[in-house]
């Protein structure tokens, strides 16, 4: 009982704030940024362990870019304020957000080894994003090459 009274006394406080500095109505989207961002984490966490590719450094990184995609609907709010705009610039930059995390968290998702719940059609939307966190430093240290195993894996679900 105490843990829903607590809860609710959460989220009577928060709400009032979150309007506040994001605008009124704007709980949906930025509930699903939210989940986004969490399940990014969570993702991310996982593909991590797996190739063990990236540090602690990398991680702190990933907390100063989780404020910065929690603060940029922020800023979108105060251009739409500033310009008289209905939320415009909200819910451009936020479903932007939630489309560029989602394929972010897609693609950790197949890194971690999970691709076989990820459909061959969704491959084919982050196929950019998986090039992108999957290109590893050559050996002689200047240019770039794809993973054999991921080119492999990106070349199968484009066929298949």
């Not at 009274?5 to 704007?26: C, H, K, M, Q």
Request: proline share 4%; charged share 20%.
């Amino acid at each position: 009982m105490n843990n829903k009274l607590f809860s609710s006394d959460i989220g009577a406080s928060l709400v009032p704030w979150i309007n506040t500095i994001y605008g009124e109505d704007r709980m949906l989207p930025l509930a699903l940024l939210l989940v986004a961002i969490i399940l990014d984490w969570i993702t991310g966490m996982a593909s991590s362990q797996k190739d063990s590719r990236y540090s602690q450094e990398y991680g702190r990184l990933g907390v100063l870019r989780t404020l910065f995609l929690l603060v940029l609907p922020m800023f979108a709010k105060l251009l739409d304020s500033m310009l008289g705009m209905p939320g415009l610039f909200f819910y451009a930059i936020t479903i932007g957000l939630i489309y560029k995390t989602w394929q972010s968290l897609t693609v950790n998702a197949y890194r971690a080894g999970w691709g076989k719940w990820i459909p061959s059609s969704v491959i084919h939307y982050i196929d950019n994003e998986l090039k992108a966190k999957t290109i590893a430093p050559s050996k002689e240290g200047g240019d770039t090459e794809l993973n054999d195993e991921t080119a492999a894996d990106i070349k199968k679900s484009k066929n298949g």
